[in-house]
């Protein structure tokens, strides 16, 4: 066999191995293994598995991750983010669908301080999708909402997939958090047109709310979530400033829910020990994966199937929207099976050779491959926002959840043909860092 077909043989059992249900970390280790030996041999191999996984977790910049998940965590069970659906609600309740609405705003806000689609999507539905039943809500429009509303976690800083993405391809992180919060906070607007023109065609799915609150009240619930603003604001604020690297933003961001929960006499031992756990055990998982890619780039190269990807794909076509095709038609094939992180882990080493050698601008496509893969989250079989979001709310089956997530998958494909059309809804802030 020729060294690109052991490449590609090596990626057709990783994906075989996948489809099999063996752990993403395992068979991102021992694919690229046993490819880099039958390629040159035990010594190589051996190489490869004991200087890539140091070298990569050696990289100062990887200590953001755990630091923002702490702050995301931090604020969740310290109560921090619990505000915001009320909130949004006594501000927004009157419009059409206007508690679906709040939901929408309510989770940005969630995302800012979490990071976390997965998080985003348990939280509100937690709180929100209750509150739509009660008030005779469409089961369809209250999950759907909630689960597509989810999806913006991935896309407004802090966002794991971002820093990963940013790792990896070498981006500067800081710009791919101005285009990703450009483009999630255009994500919710697309939702909220969604959820109003749903409403007003279909009022029965959304009964109108004619509940009265004066200014002080709505002012009132507006100071509830002051803190969890305060912290997005300076942690942000200051990253954009650059007062701080996105590194040390993480760390300081951390430190600073801990001072607000302390401040509101929120923190206690047993919410510090749950955050610092699942901080340290979303971390783990997220180094071995990621590892495993570094391994999986190497034998990628060393075995020429990127170059050989990149060459087929240039003579067939040298059309950059016929790639961005195929990679939509690929990463939504992906996202039915796979969650965001793994399937962007495993693919980055074929198709980030083939976006720069049809000029594809590398921070652009951070920001499409985001919010493409978090398309994947409310997407058929294996939506993981749509399985979280049964979970939490049991009395809505899962197909009625997922028939409520197809007109937002719908908006999400406008939203992606329009990045593609104009791509200055994603370059326009990171721009201004120039």
């Known amino acids: 066999m020729s060294d690109v077909e052991i490449g590609l043989a090596g990626i057709a059992i990783l994906l075989a191995l996948i489809a099999m249900r063996v752990p993403i970390a395992i068979a991102l280790f ?3 293994f046993v490819g880099i030996y039958a390629l040159y041999g035990w010594r190589p191999a051996f190489g490869a598995l004991k200087v890539i996984p140091y070298d990569f977790a050696a990289s100062w910049e990887l200590s953001s991750i755990p630091m923002f998940l702490l702050m995301g965590y931090l604020a969740y069970h310290s109560g ?3 505000g915001l659906f009320d909130a949004a609600r006594v501000w927004l309740a009157r419009l059409p669908g206007g508690l ?15 990071g976390s689609s997965v998080a985003t999507a348990a939280a509100m539905g937690r709180i929100a999708v209750p509150e739509m039943l009660k008030h005779g809500y469409d089961p369809r429009l209250a999950t759907g909402t909630v689960a597509a509303a989810g999806t913006i976690g991935a896309l407004i800083p802090p966002s794991i997939l971002l820093i990963l993405y940013g790792i990896i391809a070498e981006v ?13 906070l255009f994500s919710a607007f697309a939702y909220v047109v969604l959820v ?3 409403a007003t065609l279909k009022p029965e799915v959304a009964p109108r709310s004619y509940e009265q609150h004066t200014m002080r009240e709505k002012f009132t619930e507006l100071r509830k979530v002051t803190p969890a603003l305060l912290l997005a604001f300076l942690v942000f ?27 509101q006499r929120k923190l206690t031992w047993r919410n510090f020990r749950v955050s610092v756990a699942e901080s340290f055990a979303t971390t783990s998982a997220l180094l ?10 190497r034998f990628v190269a060393l075995s020429g199937v990127d170059g050989y990807i990149s060459d087929v794909i240039a003579s067939v076509s040298t059309s950059t929207y016929l790639f961005l095709a195929g990679v939509v038609v690929i990463y939504l094939i992906l996202g039915m099976f796979l969650e965001p992180t793994g399937a962007m882990i495993i693919t980055l080493p074929i198709v980030l050779p083939v976006a720069a050698t049809l000029g594809v601008d590398e921070l652009w ?11 994947g989250m409310i997407t058929p079989p294996i939506g993981l926002n749509v399985f979280v979001l049964n979970g939490v709310v049991g009395k809505v089956s899962l197909g009625e959840i997922f028939r409520g997530t197809a007109r937002f998958i719908g908006a999400d494909m406008v939203v992606l043909f329009l990045l593609v059309l104009v791509p200055g809804i994603v370059l326009f802030l990171p721009n201004l860092l120039n």
């Open 100 to 114: 679906a609405v709040a939901s929408i705003f309510g989770a940005s806000g969630f995302a800012a301080v979490t």
């Open 172 to 184: 500067p992180i800081n710009k791919l958090f101005l285009g990703g919060a450009g483009v999630g």
């Open 30 to 32: 021992s694919v690229p």
């Open 237 to 263: 604020g200051g990253l954009f400033a650059g007062l701080f690297t996105p590194t040390e933003a993480g760390a300081v961001g951390a430190a600073l829910c801990v001072l607000i929960a302390a401040a």
């Open 80 to 82: 921090i983010t619990a």
């Open 288 to 297: 071995f994966i990621v590892i495993g890619a570094n391994l999986l780039a």
């Open 365 to 375: 496509f951070g920001i499409f491959l985001a919010k493409l893969l978090e398309v």
């Open 196 to 198: 109003i023109g749903w």
